[in-house]
Nanobody, 121 residues
Framework: QVHLVESGGGSVQSGGSLRLSCAAS?????VGWFRQAPGKEREGVAS???????SYADSVKGRFTISRDSAKNTLDLQMNSLKPEDSAMYYC??????????????????WGQGTQVTVSS
C-alpha cells in the first residue's frame, strides 16, 4: 500500500501559476497527476517514470511541467498560464508500471485525496 498526500492547491487568476506537490510513503515506478471537475470524468494530466520519461494531456502541453525526486518519493506539477478550464480537484497517482497518461486506467494504482485548484477569469 502506498499513501499519497497532495499539497499546493489554491485559487489564482487566469494566467497565473501554481505548483502542486505530492508526497508518497514509498517508491513507485510511475507517478502522475489527474484532475476532475464537477460533473466531468477524471482525466489524466501528466505522468513520469524514474528515467524522466513524461507524457502530457494535449490540453496542458507547454503550460504544465511534471517532475519527481525519486530519492525523496516526491512529485511536483508546475502549472503556468492557468485557465479557468484548469479548475478541478487534482489527484496524485502512482503505479508499479509505466503508464502513458492517456492509457492509465482510472481504477488502477494508488491515489491521493486531492487538492483543489480554482482559476478565476
Amino acid at each position: 500500500q502506498v499513501h499519497l498526500v497532495e499539497s499546493g492547491g489554491g485559487s489564482v487568476q487566469s494566467g497565473g501559476s501554481l505548483r502542486l506537490s505530492c508526497a508518497a510513503s514509498a517508491y513507485t515506478s510511475c507517478v502522475g497527476w489527474f484532475r476532475q471537475a464537477p460533473g466531468k470524468e477524471r482525466e489524466g494530466v501528466a505522468s513520469i517514470d524514474p528515467n524522466g520519461r513524461t507524457s502530457y494531456a494535449d490540453s496542458v502541453k507547454g503550460r504544465f511541467t511534471i517532475s519527481r525526486d525519486s530519492a525523496k518519493n516526491t512529485l511536483d506539477l508546475q502549472m503556468n498560464s492557468l485557465k479557468p478550464e484548469d479548475s478541478a480537484m487534482y489527484y496524485c497517482a502512482a503505479d508499479s508500471f509505466w503508464r502513458r497518461i492517456d492509457r492509465w486506467p482510472r481504477n488502477v494504482g494508488y491515489w491521493g485525496q486531492g487538492t483543489q485548484v480554482t482559476v478565476s477569469s
